[in-house]
């Protein structure tokens, strides 16, 4: 399988900052990335779409000047929490398909694990 | 309605049970559907793909059911290391850039 990885594997932050994570297709080119969010006990919620060079698609509900989302390259996409607060904490995963892959297999990272204090 | 739904269980299981979990999926249009499995504080990992006309992987056995809408995984002869959640994933749209959409899993425990 492909290789997706992710920065940071966790991390802490204090209420009103902004977090960046990063991630990153390591062996293939990922024209679309998504990302995910999954709280205890619950499954992955996808938050948005990150197409390389154009804007990213939000899911209802998913606010686009909370989460931003960056795909500047075929190999890289991040998504910044601004001014998180105690309920953005949360475990974050993207994923990413492969260029021309013609049945939509995703490919997930490790994760990021946020949590705001 | 949830688009993709599954028991959520949890299955607790002595092993070498067989096990069956099923997942039903809202939009008929539908093309591909795949189980991953997650491990505790882990990111999924895909399980299999599941084709219309069935598939089987060792002691794995996925089904497809278009007319009813749903999908099956079979895990027969239970190991201590299956246990896990299972989630259930549906790509509802042709293209849509392949995006997936989970139930909310089902949790299996193998005991001794």
């Known amino acids: 399988g492909a290789v997706v990885s992710q920065h940071p594997s966790w991390v802490i932050c204090k209420s009103g900052t902004s977090v960046k994570i990063e991630c990153r297709s390591l062996?293939?080119?990922?024209?679309?990335m998504f990302w995910y969010r999954q709280f205890p006990k619950q499954s992955l919620m996808l938050m948005a779409t990150?197409?390389?060079?154009?804007?990213?698609?939000?899911e209802q509900g998913v606010e686009k000047d909370k989460f931003l989302i960056n795909h500047a390259s075929l190999t890289l996409s991040t998504l910044t929490v601004t001014s998180a607060h105690p309920e953005d904490s949360s475990f974050y995963i993207c994923?990413?398909?492969?260029?021309?892959?013609?049945?939509?297999?995703?490919?997930f990272g490790p994760g990021t694990r946020l949590t705001v204090l | 309605r949830k688009e993709v739904e599954q028991d959520p269980g949890p299955f607790n299981v002595p092993e070498g049970a067989t096990v069956a979990f099923n997942c039903t999926y809202s939009?008929?249009?539908?093309?591909?559907f795949f189980w991953y499995r997650q491990d505790c504080r882990k990111e999924p990992k895909l399980l299999m793909s599941v084709y219309s006309s069935g598939n089987e992987d060792g002691r794995f056995t996925a089904q497809l059911n278009r007319a009813s809408q749903y999908i099956s995984l079979l895990i027969r002869d239970s190991k201590l290391s299956d246990s896990a959640t299972y989630l259930c994933a549906v790509c509802p749209y042709y293209n849509q850039g392949g995006k997936l959409i989970f139930g909310q899993g089902t949790e299996l425990s193998v005991k001794p």
């Open positions: 994923s990413s398909s492969k260029r021309r892959s013609s049945y939509n297999e995703q490919f």
């Open positions: 062996d293939f080119q990922a024209t679309t």
């Open positions: 939009n008929s249009a539908s093309q591909s």
């Open positions: 990150s197409n390389e060079g154009s804007k990213a698609t939000y």
